[in-house]
């Protein structure tokens, strides 16, 4: 289930664009520092946070540490967010009829046809 934490971790405007960083795949941590121009060290804070939140993995590859995406937090949160789907979706239903109804009460303007 999602959580305040995962919100708070996804909150963070440098978090969140490692997170589309990664979304094309695995990075290391100097192919984020290029994307996101920020400097190493606080990629790597980033990166500890999101580690611990459980959005990224990580695999050693020599003396390099590669970074990816997990799915399963991102499925809560998508768990989450479709309880209220039907909520959103009812509403703006209504209110398509409603603009419908609206504009279905308009008089309608003839085109002139002079010629």
Do not use: C
């Not at 290029?34 to 990224?56: K, N, P, T």
């Not at 003396?63 to 949160?77: G, H, K, Q, T, V």
């Amino acid at each position: 289930m999602a959580n305040a934490v995962a919100f708070q971790t996804l909150a963070d405007p440098t978090r969140l664009l490692l997170v589309e960083a990664l979304l094309a795949g695995e990075r290391s941590v100097n192919d984020l520092v290029e994307q996101v121009d920020i400097h190493q060290s606080g990629v790597s804070r980033h990166l500890r946070i999101l580690h611990e939140a459980g959005f990224v993995q990580v695999r050693p590859d020599g003396p390099r540490r590669l970074y990816s995406l997990r799915a399963e937090p991102f499925r809560d949160i998508d768990a989450w967010v479709s309880r209220y789907r039907a909520l959103w979706e009812a509403r703006l239903d209504r209110l398509g009829l409603a603009l419908q109804r609206k504009q279905g009460a308009r008089p309608h303007r003839k085109e002139s046809t002079h010629g």
